[in-house]
């Protein structure tokens, strides 16, 4: 018989453990959302200079916030509508996770 931890690791439920590849010390729950195209993150401080975007994962009130400040080239915008109908512009960039219950490797998803 499986235990709970290895019935959640082979089906994903409505929230999954994480680490980002850049914090690995950091366990963060995500919730699953099966309908989006894309992931979503909490970011602040975002802004765009020299053509970079310029990021903090997370806020000072959260317990996952470390202050660091990330940079990368490698974004662009997107439209995105939630289930109301209702648009705004994101940022989309590259970030790297590994779901902690998984035996698997980091994977590189697109976050808004």
């Given at each position: 018989?499986?235990?709970k931890?290895?019935k959640?690791?082979?089906?994903?439920?409505?929230?999954?453990?994480?680490?980002f590849?850049?914090?690995?010390?950091k366990?963060?729950?995500a919730?699953?959302?099966t309908?989006a195209?894309?992931?979503?993150?909490?970011a602040?401080d975002?802004?765009?200079k020299?053509?970079?975007?310029?990021?903090?994962?997370?806020g000072?009130?959260?317990?996952?916030?470390?202050?660091?400040?990330?940079?990368?080239?490698?974004?662009?915008?997107?439209?995105?509508e939630?289930?109301?109908?209702v648009?705004?512009?994101r940022?989309?960039?590259?970030?790297?996770?590994?779901?902690?219950?998984f035996?698997?490797?980091?994977?590189?998803?697109r976050?808004?």
């Open positions: 018989m499986k235990t931890d290895e959640i690791g082979i089906v994903i439920g409505r929230t999954l453990a994480i680490s590849e850049s914090e690995t010390d366990k963060v729950i919730k699953v959302d309908g195209y894309l992931a979503a993150v909490w602040t975002v802004h765009e020299d053509n970079r975007l310029h990021f903090t994962l997370f000072e009130s959260s317990p996952h916030y470390s202050g660091k400040v990330y940079s990368t080239d490698d974004y662009y915008t997107t439209k995105v939630n289930s109301f109908g648009s705004e512009m940022y989309v960039v590259k970030l790297t996770i590994k779901p902690i219950l035996d698997g490797k980091y994977e590189t998803i976050f808004t």
